[in-house]
């Protein structure tokens, strides 16, 4: 209902019934007005996900790549789980995980963080300038020891 469909019932609605049922009218009204505010919500669009696969240690859960305010962000579900370890860390690599090793799993790979817990949902931001397209595998790898915990396939 526009504004001037509102004004033409709270005239009518004074003219037959007088002027109390104007403020429960207009009172109405209000709380119609306000259910239709728009709320902005985040929009996320899901580029690509699978399945951890384990290397050295098994790793539980699923991942995505998602666009959200913005930003490309690598997110582990829920239900994320792995072994603790040292030094554990998150990268994109140019390798599939069958081609790649613990001695070049950072050879060319972009580092997206430390893990941030070995469960869990988390959240590792994909910087502007990686193009994805280049990549062929997401990492949990311990640097300090260079070994392959796991990853997957882009």
């Not at 505010?37 to 929009?43: P, S």
């Not at 603790?84 to 390798?95: E, M, N, T, V, Y």
């Amino acid at each position: 209902m526009n504004a001037k469909s509102y004004i033409a019932t709270a005239l009518a609605t004074v003219a037959i019934y007088g002027g109390a049922s104007l403020t429960v009218l207009c009172a109405a009204n209000v709380a119609h007005a306000a259910e239709a505010t728009v709320t902005t919500v985040a929009m996320t669009d899901t580029a690509v996900s699978g399945d951890f696969t384990k290397r050295t240690y098994g790793i539980q859960g699923d991942w995505k790549i998602i666009k959200e305010n913005g930003q490309t962000i690598l997110r582990l579900s829920d239900d994320f789980k792995t072994k603790r370890g040292p030094d554990l860390k998150i990268f994109l690599s140019p390798q599939t995980l069958d081609s790649v090793t613990g001695t070049t799993a950072t050879t060319n790979s972009v580092r997206l963080g430390e893990l941030k817990s070995n469960k869990g949902s988390q959240d590792y931001i994909i910087p502007a300038n990686v193009d994805l397209s280049q990549f062929g595998s997401v990492l949990i790898h311990c640097e300090a020891f260079s070994k392959l915990w796991g990853g997957a396939d882009l």
